[in-house]
Structures are given as C-alpha cells and as structure tokens.
C-alpha cells in the first residue's frame, strides 16, 4: 500500500513538472522578460532546462523525481535474542564495561557484530531495567536510585503531591552554617520553620512535632526528597503519628516546588534584609524566625492566593476564606 501511494506522489510531481513546462510555453510567447516567468513559476532556469531535455527524450517518465535511496546502504545487523542475553551476561559479569571493552570481549569470543550494535543492546537493557548504567555505579549521588522502601517511607506516585512538602536549606550565619527546616501547606500556602546547627534525623522528627503544633488543620501526608536528615527518627516519627510518608524520586526539586521557592523567600525577604540586625544565640534567631514567620503567613500577601475578586491574600486569609464555604 505504501508503495502505491509513493509511485502516485512521484507520478503527481512529474505532472506538476508537465504543466509548469506547458505554461512557459505559453506565456513566453507573450512575455519577454524569461526571468519573471522563472519567477512566477518558482523554479531556476536550469531547473527548466534539465526539465525539459528529459521530457524532450523520455517523455513524463524524464519528469519522474530521482530516488533519494542511497546507493550504499549500511548492512543491518539483527541483534537476536540469543545476542542480547549474551550482551546482558558479559555486562552483568564486567558492570562497568561500555560498549567499546564489551565489542572486544566479543569478538575474542568470535562473534563479530559492530559496536553501534552493542550500544543499541545495552541501550535496550537500561531501559528495561536489567543493567545497571554505569554513571549509576561510579557517582555516589545517584546511588539514592537504590534507596529500598522497607519501613515506614514510600516512593511518591506519579502525578501526587502531598499536602506537606519538607525540606531544608543551608544558611551562611557569622561565619558557620546553620540548617533552616521549611515546610508549607499546598493548598494555603502556609509555612512552618525552624533552624538546627545540624540537619540529622532527630531534628527532623522535631520539626515534624512544630509543624504538627502549629498548622491550624489535620496532616494527611508529608513528601520530603530522599535525603538521609529524613530517614531513621524521622520515618520513625511518621510511623508513630501513622502519617504517611512518600519520598521523591532522584534528582526531581520541582516536584518539591512550593518549599523549593519557600526557601528562596527566607534567604531574599528575611536573611538578606535583616543580616546585621540577627542574633548571634540560635534560640534568639528562632525566636526572629518565628516572629517573621507569622508575617508570612498572616501579613504578606502571596501572588498565587486570591480570593473570587482575584484580590490578592495571605495565606491565613486564604485558609480562613477556604474554610468558610
């Protein structure tokens, strides 16, 4: 069938190429300027000359547009089952093997095939999970790919967001670092936060309990990323509280967006703007942090929070406003 349609489409082009042929014949004798004819029928000179010596010695069948099909074309070489499980076994066998080193052991074993072909396999097995890539395997970072769901924690599904997203940020404070936890509520928008000298399991079961305490509705569940700060007393504080607990998947902040941008808002609206005026005691900077926390949530308006005269609101306002329908 697709034979047929081509042959009819390279057939239809010959006879445009006919007609626009005809046409010049025709106009030329009452124009005489050729080039505006080239251009009014959109081709080049030579275009109509080496049209017209094929027509005047072949007919329509000179009109015919030339097979753009290579004259040499690259032999294909059938990757077979039986190759690609002995691909699969010769990567399972050397893990951090590429394509070049896995073509040499094969060919060693007498089976030529060409590298590209080995590529195509190992491209075909990483994608159905039955090797591991190599970057996997060399970078620390991604070793979270591995991270097994035993307890209490489980993989975010797709295209689910929690209620709480947590998370924390490093802030440069006198001279040392310091961890701020953050977390906002999806629907209003309201913040919770809280410094740590150190981000390790036990202050992030802490801060669980703050926001527990201060957010004005019942938790249903928290997604946090896959750091460890969030793991051991943590997962533990969940399972206690039975609030469910997903986790991200790797290397994906913009399904923490809302506590990702909260982050941002802290370090530019609170810690660049009152740098001088913070205390040195982490107590009394919590204290700041707490104060500046209610003119978050209760004094600054926020662009994504709008009531039905799309006036703008605060994130208590705009619980407030939500709960009263």
């Known amino acids: 069938m697709k034979k047929v349609i081509k042959s ?68 294909k070489e059938a990757l077979t089952p039986h190759m690609i499980t002995k691909i699969k076994d010769l990567r399972n066998e050397n893990p951090l093997f590429g394509r070049v080193k896995i073509h040499a052991l094969l060919l060693r074993q007498g089976i030529c095939i060409s590298e590209s072909s080995v590529n195509r396999a190992l491209k075909y097995l990483m994608g159905r999970n039955l090797i591991i890539p190599v970057v996997v395997l060399k970078c620390a970072k991604e070793r979270k790919l591995f991270r097994k769901f035993e307890g209490h924690s489980q993989r975010l599904p797709k295209d689910y967001r929690a209620q709480i997203q947590i998370d924390h940020t490093i802030i440069n404070w006198h001279g040392k670092e310091i961890k701020q936890f ?33 957010l004005p509705m019942p938790i249903q569940d928290v997604q946090v990323d896959g750091g460890p700060e969030f793991r051991d007393k943590f997962e533990t504080a969940c399972m206690d509280k039975k609030l ?26 609170f810690y660049l703007q009152n740098y001088n005026e913070l205390p040195i005691d982490l107590d009394a900077l919590n204290e700041k942090i707490q104060d500046w926390q209610k003119y978050y949530n209760e004094v600054r308006l926020h662009r994504s929070l709008k009531d039905e005269n799309n006036h703008l609101l605060t994130p208590k306002e705009f619980f407030n406003h939500s709960h009263m329908f």
């Open 182 to 214: 953050n977390a906002v509520e999806k629907h209003s928008r309201l913040c919770i936060a809280k410094t740590y000298e150190n981000a390790d399991s036990a202050n992030a079961a802490d801060f669980l309990n703050k926001i527990l305490t201060e």
């Open 244 to 269: 469910p607990l997903f986790v991200l998947p790797p290397r994906s902040p913009k399904i923490n967006g809302k506590v990702e941008r909260l982050n941002q808002t802290w370090k530019d609206e």
């Open 8 to 75: 009819l489409s390279r057939r239809a082009i010959a006879l445009e190429r006919e007609d626009k042929l005809n046409l010049y014949g025709e106009l030329s004798a009452q124009c005489a300027d050729g080039s505006l004819l080239f251009k009014t029928l959109k081709i080049s000179p030579a275009t109509y000359y080496r049209w017209k010596r094929a027509y005047g010695s072949r007919g329509l069948n000179g009109l015919l547009p030339k097979s753009r099909r290579p004259q040499k074309l690259r032999a």
